[in-house]
């Protein structure tokens, strides 16, 4: 599965997605989708198996949206991508976050 097509599957589904970074001004609730690593295996000189783990942050606004979360995971698991979950409250920014970290192996299609 490549970014854009991560990125279309979202939008299918009524969220609001942002490559990197929100735009200021960004209502909530919105996605920010962020590569975080690429803990690909390699020996010999050469990169055997190439593996992308993307971040998408749920964001929201003071109190988790738990049919909004119920709906990011339904769609994550309809289109077969395993992810683990993490609750963040940002009491200072007002803000709650759900990470939702999947790990693509093979990598990840950039087209």
């Not at 942002?18 to 209502?27: E, R, S, V």
């Not at 992308?52 to 991508?81: F, G, M, P, Q, Y």
């Not at 920014?93 to 299609?109: A, H, M, S």
Request: charged share 25%.
């Amino acid at each position: 599965m490549s970014i854009e097509s991560l990125k279309t599957l979202l939008e299918t589904a009524k969220f609001n997605v942002n490559m990197h970074k929100a735009p200021d001004g960004t209502a909530c609730p919105y996605i920010v989708m962020e590569e975080i690593e690429q803990p690909n295996f390699a020996a010999d000189n050469k990169t055997y198996t190439e593996t992308t783990s993307l971040r998408l942050r749920l964001v929201e606004s003071e109190v988790h949206n738990w049919t909004l979360i119920d709906t990011l995971k339904s769609t994550l698991n309809n289109a077969s991508l395993p992810f683990s979950m993490t609750l963040v409250d940002d009491e200072s920014e007002g803000v709650c976050e759900t990470y939702f970290d999947i790990r693509f192996l093979g990598g990840i299609k950039n087209a």
